[in-house]
């Protein structure tokens, strides 16, 4: 069954990992599908082939999320290609982990800028748009580690719960406009953002998973599909964790 057929989606960060996966299950969802992508220049403009592929309207755009004004730029240039926009994933982001002891405060910045304020940029240059639509629903990335917190990811833990924040706060400025708002909190997805673990570590954290192994990009893409459908009409505001059972 095709969830949504007919709406344009945003996914910030799609070249690789967890956006990509997202970006591929909402065109097999129907959607049409509008992406970014940074540095991964090559992977960012394959992708857009491989979407089209499903019979949807699909481009990528080279857009930083943390930039304000190519925040904009951005969103103003979705609207004017596909003529509207109803879902938008905020999913870019880095880690850059270290204890707080040795944690600089440009590594602390940077994941402040990339991670929350890239959600803080997209939104609202989105606001109008979707209020005129009088419908749309939000979805940010956030992760386990913004509510439990993460020894040696203080920037990144710190990011992440902004994002709840930020999430529930929109969630009640918006309800009324029928513009919903969630949050969804992986656990240990295996992307090239995990990749970097060595082996023994991640066979730790495949243990201590209830579930027994570690997420895929399509776990966190089913996810999006069930808070960017009508199959959520009636839910705003929450954190779905989707971890395998970790924060149990
Ligand atoms: P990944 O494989 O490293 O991919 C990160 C993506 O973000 C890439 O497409 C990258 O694009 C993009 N990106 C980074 N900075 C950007 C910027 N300034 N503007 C636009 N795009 C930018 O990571 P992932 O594992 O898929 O993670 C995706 C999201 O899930 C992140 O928010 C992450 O924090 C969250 N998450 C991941 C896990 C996990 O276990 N993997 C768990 C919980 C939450 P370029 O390469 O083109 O620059």
Not at 103 to 129: D, G, H, P
Not at 147 to 159: I, R
Not at 193 to 209: H, S
């Amino acid at each position: 069954m095709k969830l949504l057929s007919g709406k344009t989606a945003l996914v910030t960060g799609a070249s690789k990992g967890i956006g990509r996966g997202i970006a591929l299950k909402l065109a097999e969802h129907g959607a049409n599908v509008a992406f970014t992508y940074l540095s991964s220049v090559e992977k960012g403009q394959a992708l857009e082939a491989e979407l089209a592929a499903f019979g949807i309207k699909a481009k990528g755009y080279r857009s930083d999320a943390s930039d304000f004004k190519a925040s904009e730029e951005l969103v103003n240039a979705i609207v004017s290609d596909f003529g509207s926009l109803e879902v938008i994933v905020n999913n870019a982001g880095i880690t850059r982990d270290g204890l707080l002891m040795r944690m600089t405060e440009e590594q602390f910045n940077e994941v402040i800028r990339i991670n929350l304020n890239s959600v803080f940029n997209v939104t609202k240059a989105a606001i109008r748009q979707l209020l005129k639509q009088k419908q749309g629903s939000i979805i940010n990335i956030s992760s386990v580690v913004g509510v439990k917190g993460n020894a040696g990811q203080a920037n990144y833990a710190a990011s992440k719960a902004g994002i709840i924040g930020f999430t529930k706060s929109v969630a009640l400025e918006l309800g009324s406009r029928n513009i919903r708002c969630n949050a969804i909190a992986p656990g240990f997805i295996e992307t090239e953002m995990t990749g970097v673990l060595n082996e023994e570590t991640v066979k730790q954290w495949r243990e201590a998973i209830p579930l027994k192994r570690g997420g895929t990009p399509d776990d966190v893409a089913n996810a999006v599909i069930f808070l960017g459908s009508e199959l959520s009409a009636y839910i705003t505001g929450q954190v779905l964790n989707v971890d395998g059972g970790m924060l149990t």
